[in-house]
């Protein structure tokens, strides 16, 4: 019923950036919170950043200050800009949205993945 869509990843050197996009579309009437979270091999899902409706955004302390978590509630899409790219930054990104598909339907959905590889 909703599908996310995400873009951006790719290989990076340290200290590089990189945009990541994620684009909601389907049936559903309106979303909630967005955010990331991200997996690296053998290691546990980790939860990077949620963003509100209104704007108001939550970061994983080792990424404050050089990830930024934006919204276009226009478009249905979020984005994750990420600077200062270090090594440890490398996993697999997914997005995820909390959308309202009916009344008392509200669910978690989730994107594809994309790949972050931030390697000199």
């Known amino acids: 019923q909703v599908q996310l869509v995400e873009s951006g990843g790719g290989l990076v050197q340290p200290g590089g950036s990189l945009r990541l996009s994620c684009a909601a579309s389907?049936?559903?009437?309106?979303?909630?919170?967005m955010g990331w979270y991200r997996q690296a091999p053998g290691k546990q899902r980790e939860w990077v950043a949620s963003?509100?409706?209104?704007?108001?955004?939550f970061y994983v302390e080792s990424v404050k200050g050089r990830f930024t978590i934006s919204r276009d509630n226009a478009k249905n899409t979020m984005y994750l800009q990420m600077n200062s790219l270090k090594a440890e930054d490398t996993a697999v990104y997914y997005c995820?949205?909390?959308?309202?598909?009916?009344?008392?339907?509200?669910?978690?959905?989730w994107g594809q993945g994309t790949q972050v590889t931030v390697s000199s």
């Open positions: 963003i509100a409706m209104d704007g108001s955004a």
């Open positions: 995820f949205a909390d959308a309202t598909v009916s009344t008392r339907s509200l669910y978690r959905y």
């Open positions: 389907g049936s559903f009437f309106s979303i909630d919170v």
